[in-house]
Structures are given as structure tokens and as C-alpha cells.
């Protein structure tokens, strides 16, 4: 069988990016790496989920916890999302949380349901890669999203048209972004939402690391403020992706969005369509672990990664050459050099390992039009005290061999 002759034109859009066939390669004991981009696997409320799991395998939960389920997630869950949406300034009901399994479906989803082929996404640049993979299966053409830029929007639009389709949506992550951990200020976020009105898209917030902040003052959601200038959740444009992945544990897959019902109703039909709902068990667990432990548990993990995060940026402040600037992180997981000109993050990553035996992401990839190749992404997540000091050293010896 010759699959290349049958395979659908999205497939060559989808394709294994050599970056993640090489970080398979790091486990090798002596290698430090600030390549993944997980949560501390010391830190997941293992406990809790013991307790919790054991719960909806009683008698009275189990024929629930067991049984198919309603495409717009379980009930008790949606309800405690309002309760947080509403901490973080977000005025919704049950009707506009929808439960995904990980945001990384949403992100599907949302690809799914606005994106013809040759449409225009408007992204970050950088962007998460796995947004760009997602949306990658739809057969977009990426522009560069730019809060404060004031190019004409006739002008981004007749560009769209001319790649033969429409602008569809902004993406981005406004707090603590995958890759460069930069959080977008309040006047980014309102020039955001005047574009986004301008251009009459939706704008896709991407939540993931929202509730990491470690350091700085909180910054509404951009759905706060567009439900803040509509007055009402109906009216928005904004649609929320939340994920428990790296609050609590990645291996629930449990995510959720929040938007208007109109939204959560376009996506029900997609779940039904795509795995008729996220998983009963994982997300009855999630309800009663979020319960009893969310606040004090990220409370904790918060804790544990500000260490982290500060003791990285000390040792980079001690360790890099002149020429090399780094972001500064209020929360999240990441920080993001840019190397100076002509240096190539993913030439430098295959001496880092074989020479200097230290891993991190080279940062083009994160670029929509593979732009940028002096960049790098570290992430602090998994790190010791001594694997942080030692590995920035060992970036420090190759920077400036
Ligand atoms: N968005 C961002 C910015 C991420 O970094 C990730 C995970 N790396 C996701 C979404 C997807 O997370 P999940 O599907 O586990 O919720």
C-alpha cells in the first residue's frame, strides 16, 4: 500500500517536527535538561486522586463514573469552574464552561470549527507549538498577531483574501506564555480587543498557565474585560481555554472553555462528533480533588516553581555573555533567550548535548514562519538547585566557546 497516495492534503501539514525526535534522545542520566515543558511529577496531588478515584468506584458513583456521559462535561465540575472563572473576574454560568479533555482539544475544536483551508490565523510570534500544530490540520496561512500594531484592518483583511480565505481568529496566551513566559499588560489586552472588534474575529485566550503567577500583580482575562465592555458573557468574542494540566496533573486530560453558550453549543457538536465526551472517571476525580485541595495545592506548586524560576535567573544574571538578553517571567514555566544575530538554537542544542551535555528547545520552531533561529526556550519545571546552577553554566560555557 502506497498510504502517500491516499492521504488527505492536511497531512502535509502534519508532520513530526525533528526538534521533538532529538529531545526523545534525553534520557540519558547525564544529561541535564531544560527541554520539557512539564509539571513536577513530585508535586502531583497523588493522594488526593487515590482517594478520589477509590470514591467513584463506590457502588452509588461507580454507575456514573462508568457510564457514558453528556458532551458538555460533568455537571458538579461545571459548576466549580464558574465559582473560579468568577475569582479571576469572568461573570459566567454552568451553560458556558464546556469540558474538553486537555485544552489541547479545545485548540483542535476551535481549528475545527473556524478555520477553511487558506484562512488567516492571526498568532503570536512565537506561539505554543501545539497550537500551531493543531490548527496545522485545518490548513491555515499564519499572520503575526501584534496587539499594538495599527496596521490598517482593510489591510490585514484584503491580504487574507488574497491567500484565498478570511481572518478567522487571534490566539494567544496572555499570562506566562509557552515558550517565552511573557504575561501581556492590561493596555495590550484592551488594544487586543479593539483589533479584534476591528477585524470582527473571535479572540481564542489561551489559559494554560493562568493560575501560575508567582510574582506582579493578577491582570484580568481578556474575557473579563470583553465581558466588562459587553456586559454580558453572550455578547463576547473572547473564548477562554482553562486546563488542570499543570495545576493538578497533565494525565487527567481534563480542560475546559469558557465563552458564550453559543460557542459551547458549536463545540458540543464537535465533541459528539470527534469522542462524544471527555472521560466521566477523570473528570468525577478532578471535581473532588479541585474541591477539596485546589487553592492550598497551587498554592504550594507556586511555591515550589518561584524557586525555581528565581534561581534560574540568578544563575543566568551570573552566567550569560554579553549579547544574550532573557525574559523575566512572573509565573509560568518558561524563559526565553535570544541569542545574538546569527547564532542557531538548534544547531547550538546538537553541541549542547553532545559537548556540554545540557538540553533546552531551540526557539524557531515556535515561529510560525520558522523566523528567528537565535532563540531558545529554558524551562525551570523539573529542575534542581544543582541541575539549575549546573546547566546554565554549562549554557554559558557554550555561548561563549
Ligand atoms: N496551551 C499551552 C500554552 C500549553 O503549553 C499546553 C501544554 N503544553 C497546552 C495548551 C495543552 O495542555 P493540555 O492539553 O494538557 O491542557
Redesign the pocket.
Known sequence: MQWTDVLASRNSRMKASEIRELLKLLDQPDIISFAG??PDPALFPAQDFAAAFQQAMAPENASVALQYSVSEGYRPLREWLVGQMRAIGVECGVENIFI????????DYLGKLLLSPGDTALVTWPT?L??LGAFNAYEPRYDRLDPYANTDPAAVRAEAAQAGGAVKFAYL?ADF??PTGETLPLDGRLALLDRAEALNIPVIE?G??QSLRFAGRPIPPILALDIERCGDIEKTRTIY?G????TLA?GL???WVCAATEVVGRLVLMKQAADLHSPTLSQMATDTVARRVFDDHVARIRQVYDHRRRRMLAALEREMPSGVTFTRPEGGMFIWLTLPEGMDGAELLARAVSGHRVAFVPGGAFFADGSNPNTIRLSYSCASDEQIDEGIARIGRLLRG
Open positions: 515543558g512539564i474538553t479533555s486537555g485544552s489541547q482539544q479545545a485548540l505554543y501545539g497550537a496566551s506564555a509557552n489561551d494554560a498557565y481555554c486546563s488542570f494540566s499543570k497533565p486530560r481534563v480542560g
